[in-house]
């Protein structure tokens, strides 16, 4: 009975099989298992696909049904050709949604620093607010710069430069004082009266604002290479009258604006040319406030007169000129020594006589004159 009931079975699974080969090979009667020009995407044979969520019955009438292979793959009529795929691979499982990654974290913008001065010559050695700047613009150079700043600072450019270098150690995480920096800096609003304290007061400014929007960030500071100098050096004006004259012997004001320097250096070291001459002696400070400052310069005897001359000054290297700058005329003629003054004209010197005042004594005759 055993092996009647095992034969039934076999008899089964041979009508089965006959009955799927005979299903494999309907429709145009060509196999379409070795085709390998791309003309389908091959999938692993799953469930039938399913119409829209709430609805049942059959897939859509637009869906072309698969064509069977005998090793158990289909073929998909896909209007679009897509990539093979070996026939024994497991279909790539397709990527389930994840949440969009939070956005990178950008490096921090890296506050400017200081611009070019340009370098103060220092020629007498001594620190001053022009030569401390410059080596303040080395951010690896703050301590040195702090340590010769006075403790407490006489002058506003000493203020600025004190912040400045407490604002530099801070914002690298190398000490310094946030507080000294913003208190210095709100006590110098439009206090900055030089070339390179207004440069020093917008880094400043700059760098506390940085802390603000990153009060705990700390950051390498980068030397500023090349770019517009803090300091446009020149001359701004020669001052010799409305006519734009002057004559041998007379004074003009030669103005400079943008100094970078300590002026008593300049006064002590510089030169000052006219017409291509270097006059006698240092410069004669006639007046300065800020980085400008006015000089006294006695006009030479030129020939060829009246001439358009130039001026030029020169210090530790630099050269600032301004080209006929004023022109120099014929000098007056003088008066001759024969020549007799008017009665309304008292010669120089000579002052007309007057009465004694009333309230002053008399003067007293010696004995035996008559006083009259």
């Keep these: 009975m055993a092996v ?153 450019e000493w203020r600025l430069l004190r912040g400045l270098a407490s604002a530099c150690l801070a914002v690298q995480g190398k000490g310094g004082s946030w507080e000294t920096a913003a208190r210095d800096f709100a006590a110098l609003a439009g206090k900055s009266g030089t070339c390179k304290g207004r440069a020093g007061y917008t880094v400043l400014g700059g760098l506390l604002d940085f802390h603000r929007r990153y009060p705990t960030a700390t950051v390498r500071l980068q030397a500023a290479s090349g770019g517009t100098p803090a300091c446009a050096y020149a001359i701004a004006g020669v001052d010799a009258g409305d006519d734009g004259q002057a004559r041998p012997g007379e004074t003009v004001g030669v103005e400079l604006s943008g100094t970078y320097f300590d002026h008593g250096e300049l006064l002590r070291d510089g030169r000052v040319f006219v017409d291509g001459r270097q006059l006698d002696g240092p410069p004669v400070l006639a007046s300065e406030a800020g980085d400008r400052l006015v000089l006294d310069v006695v006009v030479p005897v030129v020939e060829g007169l009246p001439r358009a001359v130039d001026v030029a000054v020169r210090f530790g290297g630099a050269e600032v000129r301004a080209e006929d700058a004023f022109t120099v005329v014929a000098p007056a003629p003088t008066v001759s020594e024969s020549a007799t003054p008017t009665a309304s004209v008292a010669p120089q010197g000579v002052f007309p006589l007057r009465p004694f005042p009333a309230h002053r004594a008399r003067p007293q005759a010696a004995p035996g004159l008559r006083v009259p």
């Design 4 to 156: 009647s009931l095992g034969m039934r079975i076999s008899g089964l699974l041979v009508v089965g099989a006959v009955a799927v080969a005979a299903a494999a090979f309907t429709g145009d009667g060509s196999d379409t298992s070795d085709r390998g020009d791309g003309g389908g995407t091959i999938v692993t044979v799953g469930p039938s696909g399913r119409g829209p969520a709430g609805r049942t019955g059959s897939p859509s009438p637009s869906a072309v049904p698969g064509q069977p292979r005998p090793d158990g793959h289909v073929i998909s009529p896909s209007a679009t050709p897509g990539p093979l795929r070996s026939p024994d691979a497991s279909p790539t499982p397709s990527p389930s949604p994840s949440p969009t990654p939070a956005p990178s974290k950008s490096p921090l913008d890296i506050p400017v620093w200081l611009p070019p001065g340009p370098g103060s010559p220092n020629a007498d050695g001594v620190p001053d607010p022009s030569s401390v700047y410059d080596g303040l613009r080395a951010p690896t150079e703050c301590r040195t710069a702090l340590d010769v700043i006075p403790g407490a600072p006489a002058d506003d």
